[in-house]
């Protein structure tokens, strides 16, 4: 059996009395497509934040390759964070840098290669995500939503990472520029084999992008399986999701009327 | 809830945010001591941190040495005491001991801490400090450590020419209004200036450099909640710094004059 390239198991995270994450459980195998569909603070963030370390889960176990990365160093922690690449949900541009550094900085400031080396190969992943070299001096203040977000993965796809994370990656775009992005998203994946792993609450996205899709509902997954299967789903929860009704057993955090 | 729970929270609240300092600041200094150091960063933040606050601390200590010479003569004129070398004396140690490296601290706070904990505040509420983790690279190595060494250096070259400024502001007031001997004044300036007077100027500008540039670290850090974080966590840096610049510079001159 092959280990899968990301395990979660009984993941629990709390902040004060409130429980975002009730004990996830999920294996990502190498080379596959997951999105984590779920509601607005139903935890798809956390869980994200979780895996890379930027937060510490209460309880349960986080392996990436079979390595367990709860609670490593400092150290440890940049190495397994050289595998991964992240494009975040507002792009998370570094704006005191022009949009070819912002490209460039996981190879000049996290793999210390040389600034002429990395400007090359910084231009050549701006031009994957459909950026020319007119960009490539300007500052990320200058750009639209649309563009900032090809710009963030480009700096995410640079430093050629084994897996990478995409937070939201339509959210707050229109429609057509969100559909490019898909786009570039499936092609960026199979040009470098990486195993990736979405979180979005857009259905459209996550049908386009995914090999398999999990629902995350109070804490816990509560289905997961093939992305052609969703719709056959037998359970209420995702039925209501994917279909985006008001009335069903979800229950949004509001007062009833 | 009783009055005792009340100051039991608020003393724990409290003993929590010095706990964080500290750790804070442990983590800021290994990093500043261990390579690799950026450089480059380095010198960006030395141009701002240092030479772009020259216009506003050369203004600042030119009229705080021109005011003390006009006060100080009032003062003297009043007991009828001889005022030409005593003026000149009051100037030279009131501005190398103690003005110039407050009056400049202060300024740093309000102009670099504040626009250090604003500029950090907002990369940690945009996910930029997030995004500069999953680029392998150390937040405290490549935005806090730059700032601080950068602070820690500059400070004191900038009150070297706060000093120099100062005591030329004192010279211009008494020659030009107050119509003492121009050679009289300065020789007094430099006879009664030693060198621990400029020492523990130094001493206190190094220090203050660290304060402010760590403070606007460390309130740009921890910031939270959009907008109003990033605005609460500025006023928070500005506020402590400018506490901590007076207090330090109290037991600091306790420690080199307080025998």
């Not at chain 1, 050629?160 to 959210?171: A, H, L």
């Not at chain 2, 500029?119 to 400090?129: L, S």
Request: proline residues 3%; neutral net charge.
């Amino acid at each position: 059996m092959t280990v899968p390239k990301i395990h979660l198991k009984g993941v629990c995270k709390r902040f004060g009395p409130k429980v975002v994450l009730d004990g996830v459980d999920l294996d990502i195998m190498p080379g596959e497509s997951v999105v984590i569909i779920g509601g607005s603070g139903s935890g798809k963030s956390v869980t994200l934040k979780c895996i890379l370390g930027l937060l510490m889960p209460d309880a349960g176990e986080i392996e990436i390759d079979g390595e367990s990365v709860v609670g490593i160093g400092a150290r440890a922690r940049e190495r397994i964070n050289a595998k991964i690449g992240m494009l975040f949900q507002g792009a998370a541009l570094f704006d005191s840098l022009t949009v070819w550094e912002n490209a460039a900085f996981g190879l000049i400031a996290g793999k210390g290669m040389s600034r002429r080396e990395a400007k090359e190969i910084a231009l050549e992943k701006l031009a994957l995500v459909g950026l020319d070299e007119k960009f490539a001096m300007m500052s990320p203040a200058d750009l639209s939503g649309g563009m900032r977000k090809r710009v963030g993965l480009a700096r995410a796809i640079a430093i050629e990472p084994e897996i990478i994370f995409f937070d939201e990656p339509t959210t707050g775009i229109d429609p057509i520029m969100g559909d490019i992005i898909n786009e570039l998203i499936v092609k960026c994946t199979e040009e470098t084999g990486a195993t990736t792993l979405t979180i979005t609450h857009d259905m459209a996205s996550a049908r386009k992008i995914s090999d398999r899709i999990a629902m995350l509902y109070k804490g816990k997954i509560v289905w997961v399986g093939p992305t052609g299967d969703i719709d056959r789903a037998d359970n209420a929860v995702v039925q209501q999701f994917i279909h985006g009704r008001a009335e069903g057993p979800i229950e949004m955090e509001l007062r009833r009327l | 809830m009783t009055a005792v729970q009340t100051i039991g929270r608020i003393f724990l609240a409290f003993l929590e945010i010095v706990g964080q300092v500290a750790v804070f600041t442990i983590v800021a200094v290994t990093h500043c001591l261990r390579p690799p150091l950026y450089f480059r960063l380095i010198g960006r933040q030395m141009m701002e941190i240092g030479y772009y606050s020259l216009p506003v601390i050369a203004l600042t200590t030119l009229f705080a040495g021109m005011v003390l010479a006009l006060q100080s003569y009032t003062g003297f004129a009043r007991n009828s005491v001889g005022a030409e070398s005593a003026i000149a004396e009051i100037v030279v140690l009131s501005i190398t001991r103690e003005l110039g490296p407050v009056l400049a601290g202060l300024m740093v706070a309000a102009r670099v801490g504040s626009s250090i904990a604003a500029e950090i505040g907002t990369m940690r509420v945009t996910e930029q400090i997030d995004a500069l983790v999953t680029l392998s690279t150390n937040p405290f190595k490549y935005l806090v450590a730059p700032r601080v060494i950068a602070g820690v250096v500059t400070l004191p070259l900038l009150i070297i020419i706060g000093d120099i400024i100062g005591v030329f502001g004192g010279y211009i007031v008494s020659i030009y209004k107050l119509g003492f001997n121009p050679t009289l004044y300065l020789k007094t300036s430099w006879d009664k200036l030693y060198f621990v007077d400029v020492n523990t100027g130094l001493v206190k500008a190094a220090v203050f450099g660290f304060v402010v540039t760590l403070m606007g670290c460390y309130q740009g850090y921890h910031s939270r909640g959009g907008a109003q974080g990033v605005g609460a966590a500025t006023i928070n840096s500005v506020v402590s710094s400018s506490i901590l610049i007076l207090i330090l510079n109290y037991l600091i001159s306790a420690m080199f004059f307080g025998t």
